[in-house]
């Protein structure tokens, strides 16, 4: 094809400045919660929704979704894992099996 | 056939939707003069759909790459029922009518064959067609032909879509930058001699009555919206005279003969290759 403009297709002005983040939230069924799907680049919070439809809907229908700021989010420190995330041995009691059931008690 | 209605505009296999399979297999056979009629809206879909995907991984983000490419395979979804609809006329499959058909015997109009240009040409292109084609569809669902009311209605919430697309983003360009405004601005003004063309009534559309849309009957509802659109995004609605030529005939196309070429090459030169 004789398009003449290979070098510059965007139309953008040539800005090299990168559209932000978004992260991407999905409720696939009714009933169900909103599940992060991924994110996505898009220049404001109407497009983010669109480009997120083409992205993260397309074969398996949602019924919503949401889209967040990815500056928006504040996590965890990964360097501090083991604070936060240590698992529960040692501390059985965390569980309801830990606990004996009292006598009497039904349907348990 | 029946065709039960479905609610996705994003689904793609839907187990009740039309399929191009579904038409082949139907038994249902168009008739002569709606399957010429079926050769207009299939080959404005596929032309678009082919200069559309010349996009692909040229788009200015990726996900605008992605939405684009959407946009095409919905359009090459639309060409599929209905070249397959036309060939059920003559014996030929959508793949006979695609790629051995020559320049002459194509029936899109020169809007869709227009050079991409730049994004903001290819938007305003776009924002044209798809204005255009929603108030088509939007009145084909009513056709007297089943087959292309059931097509209407499976592509009309596509186009639904593929307005909003390019209607964002007409109002980001045209609000945007100067350079963004000057570009779409340009690309309105390249493409506005082939708007006209969209909404010519022939003698085959006007025997047809019901089973068709009289082009010239969606003009008025297609000027408000767009003037409506134009003026939100601060942009001049192109005051400009027609191209000349108006009938589809290819004659005074510049454009037909090399998308051909690009999209026919290797089913001419490999007839029956599959992937």
């Known amino acids: 094809m004789s398009e003449n403009n290979e070098n510059n297709v965007t139309g953008l002005g040539g800005s090299s400045a990168e559209w932000p983040l978004w992260e991407v939230f999905v409720r696939s069924s009714r009933g169900l919660s909103h599940v992060h799907a991924g994110s996505l680049h898009a220049p404001d919070a109407t497009m983010a929704v669109r480009n ?13 979704v949401w889209v967040v700021p990815s500056e928006a989010v504040t996590a965890s420190d990964p360097d501090s894992k083991g604070g936060y995330f240590e698992s529960a041995q040692g501390k059985s009691y965390r569980h309801a099996t830990y606990y004996t059931k009292s006598e009497g008690v039904k349907h348990l | 056939m029946s065709f039960a209605s479905h609610d996705s505009a994003t689904k793609q296999s839907a187990g009740n939707a039309i399929t191009a399979e579904d038409i082949r297999e139907g038994g249902s056979k168009a008739p002569e003069d709606v399957a010429r009629y079926a050769l207009y809206l299939g080959d404005d879909a596929l032309m678009l759909a082919q200069r559309l995907g010349w996009w692909i991984a040229r788009a200015p983000e990726l996900e605008e790459d992605i939405a684009l490419a959407n946009i095409a395979l919905d359009l090459l979804g639309h060409a599929r029922f209905f070249l397959t609809y036309a060939g059920t006329a003559w014996g030929k499959t959508e793949d006979d009518l695609a790629y051995f058909r020559d320049e002459e015997e194509f029936r899109s109009c020169r809007l869709v064959e227009q050079e991409n240009g730049d994004f903001g040409q290819t938007i305003a292109r776009q924002l044209i067609f798809s204005f255009y084609q929603y108030e ?10 089943p ?30 930058t100067e350079e963004s405004k000057r570009r779409v601005q340009d690309g309105l ?5 082939y708007v006209d063309e969209l909404f010519h009534d022939d003698e085959l559309i006007e025997s047809l009555g019901d089973a068709a849309v009289l082009p010239s009957s969606l003009r008025a509802d297609f000027d408000r919206r767009i003037a409506e659109i134009l003026d939100e995004a601060g942009l001049d609605l192109p005051e400009v005279a027609g191209a000349y030529g108006g009938d589809r005939s290819g004659e005074f196309s ?11 090459v290797l089913a001419r030169q490999h007839p029956g290759a599959t992937w």
Not at chain 1, 52 to 64: I, M, Q, V
Not at chain 2, 162 to 171: G, N, P, R, V, Y
Not at chain 2, 189 to 193: A, S, T
């Open chain 2, 147 to 176: 087959t292309l009311a059931a097509i209407a209605e499976k592509a009309l919430k596509e186009v639904e879509y593929h307005q909003d697309h390019a209607s964002q983003w007409i109002l980001r360009l045209g609000l945007g």
């Open chain 1, 52 to 64: 997120a439809r083409d992205l993260y809907t397309r074969r398996n229908e949602g019924t919503s």
């Open chain 2, 189 to 193: 003004y390249y493409m506005w001699p």
């Open chain 2, 136 to 145: 088509l569809y939007r009145r084909l669902v009513r056709s007297t032909d």
């Open chain 2, 254 to 264: 510049e454009q037909r003969g090399h998308i051909l070429a690009e999209m026919q």
